[in-house]
């Protein structure tokens, strides 16, 4: 089966870090100032979040979601939390999971199993680590905290559990959050609420490492939506002007989601 692209949805936002939030970085050799957990950076030093972080974190959420209705959804289900993944075809072509965030070792596959969300990096607004944070901050741009490992049949702290972690402080904002989503059959413009949910259930989880101690709580600001045909495309109309934007009024995840009907209309 050919498939064309016929358009891709362009979601911009902001991500707002409400409580301290760590994506792990590279451990052992380049530790900084004696930290045993240190955030991942970007080359000039600062906390950024690898695309593939959020996107993983995403599909494990929407997966968790379909998996509360599908008891053979998991691949091992001896070995939860696991990953989902479609091993044949039939199953493939009705899931939305492995449509949108992509799929492995599909070489018996008929159908074109491209990969519809691409997410992009995304890099700390240096201008939201206001002076007033700043003077609170052990480093440049992050915070320190003290961690313990707790033994969970005592309650007390296992000795020499002691742990440094580095936060990104609450309050930080990283911009140019960008999903791309690319169509290329009438069916994919149903699916992409699904991305729209899965940002709304992280608003309801967390980011990164260390959540069940509260860390990572994250909300997405002022998304805008643009679809850009591939007519668009070929005439290089594709500039995300506010005046193209598709979602006027609906600029959080869960408006988005409950509004998807009103926006699916737009993708023409
Ligand atoms: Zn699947």
Not at 1 to 25: N, P, Q, S, W
Not at 55 to 71: T, V
Request: hydrophobic share 35%; proline share 4%; aromatic share 8%.
């Amino acid at each position: 089966m050919d498939f064309k692209l016929l358009g891709k949805g362009i979601i911009k936002a902001e991500l707002e870090v409400l409580t301290g939030m760590r994506i792990g970085g590279a451990t052992g050799g380049l530790k900084i100032g004696g930290l045993d957990l240190n955030v991942i950076t970007d080359p000039t030093g600062k906390p950024y979040i690898p695309g593939s972080s959020l996107k993983g974190k995403l599909r494990s959420l929407i997966e968790r979601k379909e998996a509360a209705n599908n008891p053979n959804f998991w691949n091992d289900p001896e070995e939860k939390p696991t990953r989902h993944m479609c091993k044949e075809e039939k199953d493939y072509v009705k899931c939305p999971v492995c449509k949108i965030w992509g799929i492995l070792g599909t070489d018996k596959f008929t159908v074109s199993t491209l990969t519809r969300l691409i997410v992009c990096d995304s890099y700390l607004d240096e201008s939201s680590i206001t002076e007033e944070m700043r003077a609170n901050l052990e480093l440049k741009w992050t915070e320190v905290k003290f961690e313990t490992a707790i033994n969970r049949i005592t309650g007390t702290a296992l000795s020499g559990s002691l742990r440094q972690a580095e936060r990104v402080p609450a309050g930080a904002r990283f911009k140019d959050v960008e999903l791309i989503y690319n169509i290329y059959e009438e069916g994919d413009k149903d699916i992409l609420v699904n991305v729209f949910i899965a940002m709304e259930l992280l608003e309801q989880d967390y980011l990164g490492g260390m959540g069940s101690r509260g860390y990572g709580r994250v909300a997405f600001r002022n998304i805008e939506v643009y679809w850009n045909t591939h007519q668009d495309y070929e005439q290089g109309n594709v500039e995300l002007r506010l005046d193209r934007m598709i979602n006027p009024g609906l600029d959080t995840p869960s408006k988005l989601v409950a509004n998807f009907a009103f926006l699916k209309e737009k993708l023409k």
